[in-house]
């Protein structure tokens, strides 16, 4: 495998809103290779998401979401309501919904 600056020029990340069950707008980060994310539904995604105690979604260099990326698949991160990552009125409206 290249080097992590190698590495970081093969992939790209963008953030879109996506409606919740009760029309809160959620935020879901897109991991993925390079010229490889078709808004088609066509994509082969590996989704996650995790909202409780008011901690964020880590991210970070994982070797197996990597392989995944070069192998065409996109990672979905969804920032769900209960966790950090917006806040901590983001993280009370969650609780026990």
Known sequence: MGSPQIL????????????GHDGEEIPLNLFYKKGNLKM????????EG????GIPLSTGFDIIKTCAMERGWVIAQALVRGGGDRG???HEQGKLD
């Open 88 to 90: 901590t009125a983001w």
């Open 8 to 19: 970081r020029n093969q992939f790209e990340c963008s953030q879109m809103m996506v409606p």
């Open 50 to 53: 995790y909202g409780a105690y």
């Open 40 to 47: 088609n539904r066509r994509n082969r995604v590996l989704m």
